[in-house]
């Protein structure tokens, strides 16, 4: 299992190599790429949490903690891991789409 911050390297990563994540978003393009990662069942998140004066950020470990034993203990989220990580493999990677750009398509 992946914990992460949600950038898309990470994200893709994971999935590409068949890894169930618990991700911990900091800002909005990082906390859509982790509800992605969830709505695919691929693991969970968790959102950190402002405090009063918007300039500090914490995260419930008590949240964490549940969410990666959650996701490290139900096969579910490995099982869905790893078919994202074959379809993607599929795609041919950085050779393929050299091909295609060079091929014009």
Same mark, same amino acid.
């Given at each position: 299992?992946? +914990?992460?911050?949600?950038?898309?390297?990470?994200?893709?990563?994971?999935?590409? #190599?068949?890894? =169930? @994540?618990?991700?911990? =978003? @900091?800002?909005?393009?990082?906390?859509?790429?982790?509800?992605?990662?969830? @709505?695919?069942? $691929?693991?969970?998140? +968790?959102?950190?949490?402002?405090?009063?004066?918007?300039?500090? /950020?914490?995260? =419930? +470990?008590?949240?964490?903690?549940? /969410?990666?034993? #959650? +996701?490290?203990?139900? =096969?579910?989220?490995? $099982?869905?891991?790893?078919?994202?990580?074959?379809? !993607?493999?599929?795609?041919?990677?950085?050779?393929?789409? $050299?091909?295609?750009?060079?091929?014009? !398509?």
């Amino acid at each position: 299992m992946l +914990v992460h911050h949600g950038g898309y390297g990470s994200c893709q990563t994971g999935l590409f #190599t068949g890894t =169930p @994540a618990v991700v911990i =978003p @900091a800002y909005s393009e990082r906390e859509s790429n982790a509800r992605r990662i969830t @709505a695919q069942g $691929a693991g969970d998140y +968790v959102l950190p949490r402002s405090d009063p004066s918007g300039r500090r /950020k914490s995260v =419930p +470990v008590d949240e964490l903690r549940r /969410k990666v034993l #959650t +996701v490290l203990r139900d =096969p579910a989220y490995a $099982a869905s891991a790893q078919r994202l990580g074959d379809e !993607m493999r599929t795609y041919g990677g950085a050779d393929r789409a $050299a091909d295609l750009i060079e091929g014009g !398509m």
